[in-house]
């Protein structure tokens, strides 16, 4: 009868025509999707392009930096070298709880390299030397390590860690730009006596590549190893008694300069003050060095009235000496002297020296005897000192007027 009547048929049509609806509409929300997805997927891809252009020019950067300073540390560029073997220290494995500090100076003029490095505390020995269960009460108690047996323990870690520092410098230098090292080993550690904290120098060393080289460092006893190179360690590293760093001092506080032989070009009788200020400051330079002291030039601008700086090799008589050179024809007056002065208190300087071509009047000279640190240097006894170390006979300058009595 319904079939008949056609209302099946009508409700069948009904429900094609609903179900082709949903289907356009299905296909129409997949269409969006689709589009979506694939817009979403085109935009992943670009920032997946852009990114990997960026991780690629980043890649090449720091290949190219790395080769410009690979370049620069052959070449025996300070910031490079020192840079490079601060990364080799910085791989050292050391236990947890050591300290990983260290800084590096290097002077390209002669090879040398100057490490201070921080050394762990007496507490990286145990004080507990082992365990044992006591039955009877059921525990396990510890065993106290002896007092005199954790004093050489540390002091043997001390020496084991000096030795193996110096090794990694040495070994990593392939290309041999690193001529000598010179280490200080401070350790940071609160005095007992005043509670202040303090970081003491125990262990200073000097050597060179060949000497070093020479060693077999799987055979040596470390504290012996040490006095064979005659290094200056604490007799009681336990108690923090200090000893005097063979070389400190602290070069980044200057803008140095390179080099310049000045004597190998000077004549028989050459007049200083026909130099120029550059050459003469080098050849103040030269004569520190030829007295046997270690010294650099600073760069022209902003030396803070610095000409050149030197360092005491003597153990005893160590420290940082301030110079300043006067190529004058006339008086050199006691505003310079004061002004060195002020520097040499700036820098925390040990001495100040004020050389001159010319001579210094008597306002000057009192006022070096009072300051205590500084030295000043006349035409006559610069031509006697240029004479003795460097072998060349020389005229200062003009000849100064004579002094009333």
């Given at each position: 009868?319904?079939?008949?009547l056609?209302?099946?048929?009508?409700?069948?049509?009904?429900e094609?025509?609903?179900?082709?609806?949903?289907?356009?509409?299905?296909?129409?929300?997949?269409?969006?999707?689709?589009?979506?997805?694939r817009?979403?997927?085109?935009?992943?891809?670009t920032?997946?392009?852009?990114?990997?252009?960026?991780?690629?020019?980043?890649?090449?950067?720091?290949?190219?930096?790395?080769?410009?300073?690979?370049?620069?540390?052959?070449?025996?560029?300070?910031?490079?070298?020192e840079?490079?073997?601060?990364?080799?220290?910085?791989?050292?494995a050391?236990?947890?709880?050591?300290?990983?500090?260290?800084?590096?100076?290097?002077?390209?003029?002669?090879?040398?390299?100057?490490?201070?490095?921080q050394?762990?505390?007496?507490d990286?020995?145990?004080?507990?030397?082992?365990?044992?269960?006591?039955?009877?009460?059921d525990?396990i108690?510890?065993?106290?390590r002896?007092?005199?047996?954790r004093?050489?323990?540390?002091?043997?870690?001390?020496?084991?860690?000096?030795?193996?520092?110096?090794?990694e410098?040495?070994?990593?230098?392939?290309?041999?730009?690193?001529?000598?090292?010179?280490?200080?080993g401070?350790?940071?550690?609160?005095?007992?006596?005043?509670?202040?904290?303090?970081?003491?120098?125990?262990?200073?060393?000097s050597?060179?590549?060949?000497?070093?080289?020479?060693?077999?460092?799987?055979?040596?006893?470390?504290?012996?190893?040490?006095?064979?190179?005659?290094?200056?360690?604490?007799?009681?590293?336990?108690?923090?008694?200090?000893?005097?760093?063979?070389?400190?001092?602290?070069l980044?506080?200057?803008?140095?300069?390179?080099?310049?032989?000045?004597v190998?070009?000077?004549?028989?009788r050459?007049?200083l003050?026909?130099?120029?200020?550059?050459?003469?400051?080098?050849?103040?330079?030269?004569?520190?060095?030829?007295?046997?002291?270690?010294?650099?030039?600073?760069?022209?601008?902003?030396?803070?009235?610095?000409?050149?700086?030197?360092?005491?090799?003597?153990?005893?008589?160590?420290?940082?000496?301030?110079?300043?050179?006067?190529?004058?024809?006339?008086?050199?007056?006691?505003?310079?002297?004061?002004?060195?002065?002020?520097v040499?208190?700036?820098?925390?300087?040990?001495?100040?020296?004020?050389?001159?071509t010319?001579?210094?009047?008597?306002?000057?000279?009192?006022f070096?005897?009072q300051?205590?640190?500084?030295?000043?240097?006349?035409?006559?006894?610069?031509?006697?000192?240029?004479k003795?170390?460097?072998?060349?006979?020389?005229?200062?300058?003009?000849?100064?007027?004579?002094?009333?009595?």
């Open positions: 009868m319904s079939a008949l056609g209302i099946g048929r009508k409700r069948y049509e009904s094609v025509a609903a179900g082709r609806e949903r289907f356009a509409e299905a296909q129409e929300t997949h269409r969006r999707s689709e589009e979506q997805r817009g979403t997927l085109e935009r992943k891809r920032e997946h392009r852009k990114k990997e252009r960026q991780a690629l020019r980043e890649v090449e950067e720091h290949n190219e930096a790395l080769d410009r300073r690979m370049k620069d540390y052959r070449a025996g560029e300070a910031e490079a070298v840079w490079f073997l601060g990364q080799a220290l910085n791989t050292s050391y236990p947890k709880g050591f300290p990983r500090k260290h800084r590096i100076a290097f002077r390209p003029a002669t090879g040398d390299l100057l490490v201070e490095m050394l762990p505390s007496e990286a020995v145990p004080s507990v030397r082992g365990y044992k269960y006591v039955k009877s009460r525990e108690t510890p065993i106290p002896p007092e005199k047996e004093k050489e323990l540390y002091a043997s870690l001390l020496a084991q860690m000096t030795l193996r520092t110096v090794h410098i040495f070994s990593s230098d392939r290309d041999k730009v690193v001529n000598g090292v010179t280490l200080n401070h350790v940071t550690a609160v005095d007992r006596a005043t509670g202040h904290k303090v970081s003491p120098c125990l262990v200073t060393v050597t060179s590549r060949e000497e070093f080289g020479g060693l077999r460092l799987s055979q040596v006893e470390p504290a012996a190893c040490l006095t064979r190179l005659n290094a200056l360690v604490s007799p009681n590293p336990y108690d923090l008694e200090p000893v005097r760093p063979i070389i400190e001092f602290d980044s506080k200057y803008r140095l300069m390179d080099s310049m032989d000045v190998a070009d000077l004549d028989s050459p007049v003050v026909k130099l120029t200020p550059t050459e003469f400051e080098h050849l103040i330079r030269q004569l520190f060095e030829a007295i046997g002291m270690e010294a650099w030039n600073t760069q022209a601008s902003k030396d803070e009235g610095v000409d050149a700086v030197a360092v005491s090799k003597d153990p005893v008589f160590n420290g940082e000496c301030i110079i300043q050179a006067k190529r004058y024809s006339k008086l050199v007056g006691v505003e310079s002297v004061q002004a060195l002065a002020g040499v208190e700036h820098k925390r300087a040990a001495k100040g020296v004020l050389i001159t010319s001579w210094f009047g008597r306002a000057s000279h009192n070096a005897r300051h205590g640190r500084l030295q000043l240097i006349e035409g006559p006894e610069l031509k006697y000192l240029i003795e170390h460097l072998g060349k006979d020389v005229i200062p300058g003009p000849v100064p007027p004579k002094r009333r009595s």
